[in-house]
């Protein structure tokens, strides 16, 4: 494997490593980039929902591409690729799987979710808009050999664009949670054998998962799109039971435009989850439901302000960050009081992929659908530094466990290595 359109900062780097010489580079240096391909040399692009996942110890990049083969003969294929990401060395395929599907015009959605006990990845593959009746599949892959572990078609295979949300995975990595668009119905499944354990139906519009906190299996928290259409409507918030999918809670919020479109995030205390819908910040109680705050996003066109990602949390700063299309902009409110810290409002398109934070570094970092990569400081938002990488940026991106390198993948199936440190 070659590494392509090293620059001669990377060289440099690579030439003194080999000598024995210690080097760094400059935060914002593109450390490398491959285009990745199957075994005869095509090509494939990046998906829209996918994402990059990183191993815990830091020396594997898993990642996922697809491609259709022509109109007429809607047969696509889609690969699930890892990577060795020793710096400076050539990009190296530890495994790539292959598979292939139908499906229409490129509207597969892929979903990848790294294991907590870090040996499985655990993949959702759903259709998209298909002529077919074909249920979203998960898989669990060995994150080592990708060897198939076990396969499950959900239950949904009598319905065209039943898609599969993120796999949620608990604290104690047994269960998984997904939701499945259009269908209405969560599955739980079991992490060790893939098979359904209980089933919830009649739950409208779940277009993203529902989330744990990190230290409790027993609850899980998402929210539904809006039960009416048009200027305003009402989306529910919930938090169910995880042990049989049964309600513990559900508070109705009004507003303007999509209910909850991504997952909710909690808070690392898990006392508090915070939703990105109906063109507002929403804080909530996490044991009782109770609405804490509601805050507005600023507009400054259109008044049509839409957060396109899941909130991400600072629980050394209490902070949330995330991005938001038309305008595309980076806000940080306070989780507190729901006051707004700053924006960042300077970029040259839409954030799709969430924001990804380092609080080492106290650094945030977005990409937008343009292809450039943002560097801010976390406690300001003033910009740090900016790359652009060429391509639609609108998968979300990973920080190695080290805080030195950020990965990220384009629409044209690349993916990129980034110093930030």
């Not at 298909?130 to 198939?148: L, M, N, Q, R, W």
């Not at 042990?243 to 479109?261: A, K, L, Q, Y």
């Not at 990105?276 to 008044?303: E, H, M």
Request: proline content about 4%; some cysteine.
């Amino acid at each position: 494997q070659n590494i392509l359109n090293t620059n001669m900062a990377t060289a440099v780097t690579i030439f003194m490593s080999l000598l024995g010489v210690a080097t760094a580079l400059a935060p914002g240096t593109l450390l490398w980039k491959q285009v990745l391909t199957d075994n005869s040399g095509a090509e494939f692009q990046s998906l829209w929902r996918n994402s990059v996942q990183i191993s815990y110890d830091g020396k594997a990049i898993f990642t996922a591409v697809s491609v259709a083969e022509n109109d007429a003969e809607p047969i696509g294929r889609w690969l699930l690729f890892a990577l060795s990401t020793a710096q400076g060395a050539p990009k190296r395929v530890l495994w790539q799987k292959e598979f292939f599907r139908p499906f229409e015009r490129n509207l597969q959605d892929i979903r990848l979710t790294l294991g907590v006990n870090g040996k499985r990845l655990y993949v959702a593959h759903s259709y998209g808009r298909t002529s077919v009746f074909i249920g979203p599949k998960v898989y669990a892959f060995d994150i080592a050999t990708g060897d198939e572990i076990w396969e499950n078609t959900l239950p949904d295979s009598n319905l065209v664009e039943a898609t599969a949300s993120d796999l949620m995975s608990s604290p104690t990595g047994k269960q998984l949670i997904t939701s499945v668009m259009h269908s209405h119905n969560m599955y739980s499944l079991d992490a060790e054998t893939g098979k359904v354990m209980w089933e919830r139906k009649g739950l409208y519009n779940v277009e993203g998962s529902p989330v744990f906190s990190d230290n409790d299996d027993s609850l899980a928290y998402g929210g539904s799109g809006t039960l009416t259409q048009g200027e305003g409507g009402v989306a529910c918030l919930f938090a169910i039971n995880a042990n049989n999918g049964s309600t513990r809670w559900n508070v109705s919020v009004e507003g303007r435009g999509h209910g909850v479109r991504y997952s909710p995030s909690v808070t690392g205390q898990g006392d508090t989850v915070v939703y990105t819908a109906l063109q507002s910040v929403i804080a909530v109680d996490a044991f009782s439901g109770k609405v804490l705050w509601k805050t507005p996003i600023p507009c400054r066109v259109n008044n049509d302000c839409e957060s396109r990602t899941s909130p991400v949390i600072s629980d050394v700063e209490r902070r949330i960050y995330f991005g938001t299309d038309l305008p595309g902009t980076i806000r940080s409110f306070e989780i507190k009081t729901g006051v707004e810290i700053w924006s960042f409002e300077e970029s040259d398109g839409s954030f799709f992929a969430a924001p990804v934070l380092s609080d080492t570094l106290r650094q945030v970092f977005g990409a937008t659908d343009a292809g450039t990569i943002y560097a801010l400081d976390a406690d300001s938002g003033k910009k740090i530094w900016s790359l652009t990488l060429g391509g639609n940026i609108v998968a979300n991106m990973a920080i190695d466990p080290n805080g030195s390198y950020l990965y990220a993948t384009s629409s044209n199936g690349t993916l990129f290595a980034i110093a930030i440190n």
